[in-house]
């Protein structure tokens, strides 16, 4: 079976429908797209957004990938005395909060993820949903 894989044109699809709900909601947000191997393919900063969550909104999208769930579910995971305590200062510093998403194809393989920072926590998931709702639609 083919692993499942994110091109340039489904991260344009997934960060243009984060960004339209970043603008419905009123929030300026910090966008990234990556593969599934954790590498950035897309990203977009609106006008006024937070500078610091440039590098969250990124390491959210990555760790979304590697770990294959979202950053809010690891967060349960990681809490202290959780089964993956510490697990974020692993692979050069994870996010164990929410806002990152991974983005599965049809054979339930993760293909990349987004990750979406400068709002509150549930902020950044309703904005990081809504990018990965576009792509399970295009994969739907």
Known sequence: MAQARLGL????????????????????????????????????????????????????????ALMAMTTERLGVSAAPGGPLYGIEATNDGLVIFGGGVPLTGQDGEVAGAIGVSAGTVEQDVVVATAGAEAFDARAG
């Open 9 to 64: 044109a489904d991260a344009r699809r997934v960060l243009e429908a984060a960004l339209d709900k970043a603008d419905e909601i009123g929030q300026p947000m910090n966008v990234a797209v990556v593969d599934g191997g954790g590498h950035l393919l897309a990203f977009a900063r609106q006008d006024g957004a937070i500078l610091g969550s440039v590098d969250i909104a990124v390491r959210k999208a990555r760790t979304a």
